[in-house]
């Protein structure tokens, strides 16, 4: 036996590194996992499903006659405003997912696997580009049940689809930060909303900016939320379109410039 | 060192100010069980997360089936089996679920993997529960699953980091068996445990570790007959007696043994022990109140190998608790 080297069956050579084609398989089997999570746990689903429909809901008909006199009236300013805050709250998920993954130790079984590096948070960002576009689907369907119309292009509003999945993409790094330093997922939860929820509501989402203190319109105009929520509008409704756009995607390139690094920091030093 | 299927030389792994391996050597020969027995905070799970190629080590060298684990890690990550401290399963997916994402991981084709699943949970005694979400599962049931989940793609050596705390007495002998008998299929395994007994139970050779240092190495028998595997104690019944009892005692287990109070105790390494003291202290016409032989401690193990009881501190390479 001195030469007994001990060997996978089945596995003959072993592979030096992982090739990007398996790669990808990996990330896309973790997706499916991510995704498949959700049937046994159906207060999530209700979060990013039943949730945005509830909102819809309760701002058109609670609010929309004292904003825009009539629901009817606020439903197209209403729509793109929910469709961007619940974006920003399903984005939570990535960080809660992997908060739970390396609390629970499933984390180091990943990554004992022989499997691409990447492949564990690359899985989760996809089930949450999934998750996102189901959110965004329903919201839109719920909207359109209460006359809610598309005024421009079929290419425009997939634009406008594809603006927020990219913004979604981008800001999954700063879920990803808030799951890497909380202790447990409930503190995910708890960090996120509170930074969520002034975020999401002191901008343009529900109330045009005009008609709040000068003081907070000016925090509303660079809150990327607004300009998210304007883009979406003009992609969706018509109006100005580059200068919102662009303002959106500079705010997304510059989370990603901020909290990339600071995830990687946050990940090695929690692991 | 193709012998060998883990192999490592002076690991060294601080976190901060604290040295959680100071040091280690490590052998595991191809085909057995080395027991890595200390106990909280010793180091364990820190040398098997080195060894498994989760963290660096800062210093020393490490090579599993014959590839370094720094400049090979995914050639090594390949021949191994991971189980950890507590039950790493996914409790959002059932158990099938689990199994089959590890197989789907390792690239097995779909219909196998299943195949694989179905075969891993008849094994753990789990296909009633197959199609239940994890997080219903009893601990006991979890750390099968989570056994089993290290197993899907038969890695021929295995790591069990403590695999056994916090388990009931019967869940306990359930897995010494599975494990026994995965053994007996010729995987070789690097078992962490902090009892004496599972060690002695399970493994071919022990090395104990305390405050990240090597402290004794050796089979379980010669652990056994350094430190003496078990503990007797007797007691008068008439305390003036004890000057007697201490020294039959003493001299029948070559021990200098420890009085308290009226109880003296003296560690054994020979059961036969037993009779010979009865005899001898009837032959003295001493009457006992107290006579028993346990099985030894790992503290007194601790207090015969290093001279100092096992400092009980929390483990600083484990983040998560017991369940």
């Given at each position: 036996m001195t030469t007994a080297t001990i060997t996978a069956p089945a596995a003959g050579e072993l592979s030096h590194r992982v090739s990007p084609a398996d790669g990808l398989?990996?990330?896309?089997?973790?997706?499916?996992?991510?995704?498949?999570?959700?049937?046994?746990?159906?207060?999530?689903?209700?979060?990013?499903?039943?949730?945005?429909?509830?909102?819809v809901l309760m701002f058109n008909f609670v609010f929309g006659g004292a904003i825009a006199g009539s629901p009817d009236g606020y439903l197209p300013y209403l729509l793109p405003g929910i469709i961007v805050m619940n974006m920003l709250f399903v984005t939570m998920y990535v960080g809660t997912g992997l908060n739970t993954d390396v609390t629970k130790g499933v984390f180091d079984r990943l990554r004992s696997l022989p499997i691409a590096r990447w492949s564990p948070l690359a899985g989760r960002i996809i089930a949450d580009q999934v998750k996102q576009a189901w959110?965004?689907?329903?919201?839109?369907?719920?909207?359109?049940?209460?006359?809610?119309?598309?005024?421009?292009?079929?290419?425009?509003?997939?634009?406008?689809?594809?603006?927020?999945?990219?913004?979604?993409?981008?800001?999954?790094?700063?879920?990803?930060?808030?799951?890497?330093?909380?202790?447990?997922?409930?503190?995910?939860?708890?960090?996120?909303?509170?930074?969520?929820?002034?975020?999401?509501?002191?901008?343009?989402?529900?109330?045009?900016?005009?008609?709040?203190?000068?003081?907070?319109?000016?925090?509303?105009?660079?809150?990327?939320?607004?300009?998210?929520?304007?883009?979406?509008?003009?992609?969706?409704?018509?109006?100005?379109?580059?200068?919102?756009?662009?303002w959106s995607l500079l705010w997304a390139a510059g989370i990603v410039l901020v909290f990339a690094p600071l995830s990687v920091w946050a990940f090695k030093r929690r692991v | 060192m193709t012998d060998h299927a883990i192999w490592a030389e002076g690991l060294v792994k601080r976190f901060g100010e604290t040295t959680a391996l100071d040091g280690v050597d490590l052998a595991v020969r191809t085909g057995t069980v080395l027991?890595?027995?200390?106990?909280?905070?010793?180091?364990?799970?820190?040398?098997?997360?080195?060894?498994?190629?989760?963290?660096?080590?800062?210093?020393?060298?490490?090579?599993?089936?014959?590839?370094?684990?720094?400049?090979?890690?995914?050639?090594?990550?390949?021949?191994i089996g991971l189980t950890g401290q507590y039950a790493a399963v996914d409790e959002m997916l059932t158990g099938a679920e689990n199994l089959l994402l590890i197989g789907r991981l390792l690239g097995i084709p779909k219909a196998r993997a299943k195949q694989r699943a179905t075969e891993l949970l008849t094994q753990f005694d789990l296909t009633d529960a197959a199609d239940r979400a994890a997080k219903t599962y009893s601990g006991g049931m979890r750390r099968r699953l989570d056994l089993a989940a290290s197993l899907v793609g038969r890695p021929p050596l295995l790591y069990l980091d403590e695999p056994t705390t916090g388990l009931d007495p019967r869940a306990r002998i359930e897995l010494w068996n599975v494990i026994r008998g995965m053994v007996s299929g010729g995987v070789s395994v690097l078992l962490t445990?902090?009892?004496?007994?599972?060690?002695?139970?399970?493994?071919?050779?022990?090395?104990?570790?305390?405050?990240?240092?090597?402290?004794?190495?050796?089979?379980?028998?010669?652990?056994?007959?350094?430190?003496?595997?078990?503990s007797?104690?007797?007691?008068?019944?008439?305390?003036?007696?004890?000057?007697?009892?201490?020294?039959?005692?003493?001299?029948?287990?070559?021990?200098?043994?420890?009085?308290?109070?009226?109880?003296?105790?003296?560690?054994?390494?020979?059961?036969?022990?037993?009779?010979?003291?009865?005899?001898?202290?009837?032959?003295?016409?001493?009457?006992?109140?107290?006579?028993?032989?346990?099985?030894?401690?790992?503290?007194?193990?601790?207090?015969?190998?290093?001279?100092?009881?096992?400092?009980?501190?929390?483990?600083?390479?484990?983040?998560?608790?017991?369940?």
């Open positions: 398989r990996q990330t896309l089997t973790l997706a499916w996992r991510t995704i498949v999570q959700v049937r046994h746990n159906p207060w999530e689903l209700g979060d990013f499903s039943f949730q945005p429909i509830l909102f959110s965004i689907f329903l919201i839109v369907g719920i909207g359109v049940l209460l006359g809610f119309r598309f005024q421009t292009s079929l290419l425009s509003v997939l634009a406008g689809v594809a603006l927020l999945l990219t913004f979604a993409l981008a800001f999954s790094w700063v879920s990803v930060f808030v799951g890497m330093m909380a202790r447990d997922p409930e503190q995910v939860q708890m960090v996120g909303f509170t930074a969520l929820f002034p975020i999401t509501f002191v901008s343009n989402a529900f109330v045009p900016a005009e008609t709040m203190p000068s003081w907070l319109e000016g925090f509303v105009n660079v809150n990327p939320v607004s300009h998210l929520a304007n883009a979406t509008r003009g992609l969706m409704l018509g109006g100005p379109v580059a200068e919102p756009v662009t | 027991g890595l027995l200390g106990p909280n905070g010793a180091g364990k799970t820190t040398a098997v997360r080195v060894l498994s190629t989760l963290i660096r080590p800062d210093a020393g060298r490490a090579t599993v089936g014959g590839y370094d684990v720094l400049t090979d890690a995914h050639r090594v990550r390949q021949l445990t902090q009892y004496l007994d599972e060690a002695d139970e399970l493994a071919d050779e022990i090395t104990v570790i305390d405050h990240g240092r090597v402290i004794a190495t050796g089979t379980p028998d010669e652990l056994k007959a350094k430190t003496g595997s078990q007797l104690a007797v007691r008068p019944e008439d305390p003036s007696q004890v000057p007697i009892v201490t020294s039959v005692v003493g001299e029948l287990t070559r021990a200098t043994p420890d009085v308290d109070g009226s109880r003296v105790m003296a560690p054994v390494s020979d059961p036969t022990v037993l009779p010979a003291v009865v005899r001898r202290l009837d032959d003295a016409g001493v009457v006992v109140t107290e006579l028993t032989l346990r099985s030894a401690t790992l503290n007194e193990v601790f207090l015969s190998l290093t001279g100092h009881p096992a400092d009980d501190i929390d483990d600083t390479d484990s983040e998560g608790t017991n369940s």
